[in-house]
């Protein structure tokens, strides 16, 4: 579906939701970037279920945090997310970006974070 040296994205069709792949140092572009090609293709494809996994993401990346909860996720609700499994990456600066984007996100109810794939899978297959 869209990939680059720093993120991939596929769509999971039989559990109707996007897989989101990130990968390696991403910088505040990178951020914005990826983060906006989700926003299309929620938009295009209509999912409104996001499996974020930041498992391979290296060091940090807070730089993006106040845009991607103050801009971004406002933006994906209004779009029509229903929930954001946000895997997170080994990585403690990577860690303490995830954190700092959810302190700077109004009501983030609808996004969890977890440590495994597994858990995160189970949580978006809940009714």
């Known amino acids: 579906m869209y990939r680059n040296n720093f993120i991939a994205i ?3 069709h039989s559990d109707n939701w996007m897989y989101v792949n990130w990968r390696g140092n991403v910088s505040h572009h990178d951020v914005r970037a990826g983060c906006m ?3 299309r293709l929620v938009k295009e494809y209509k999912i409104y279920d996001i499996l974020n996994n930041n498992t391979q993401v290296q060091g940090m990346w807070s730089g993006a945090a106040k845009w991607g909860g103050t801009y971004w996720f406002p933006a994906l609700r209004e779009a029509g997310l229903r929930r954001f499994a946000w895997i997170y990456s080994p990585s403690v600066l990577s860690r303490l970006s995830t954190d700092k984007t959810l302190d700077n996100t109004e009501n983030p109810h ?3 974070t977890f440590d495994d794939i ?3 899978k ?4 809940m009714p």
């Open 110 to 112: 609808y996004i969890k």
């Open 118 to 120: 597994a858990l995160a």
């Open 122 to 125: 189970d949580w978006l297959r």
């Open 37 to 39: 090609e989700i926003l």
């Open 10 to 12: 596929e769509l999971n």
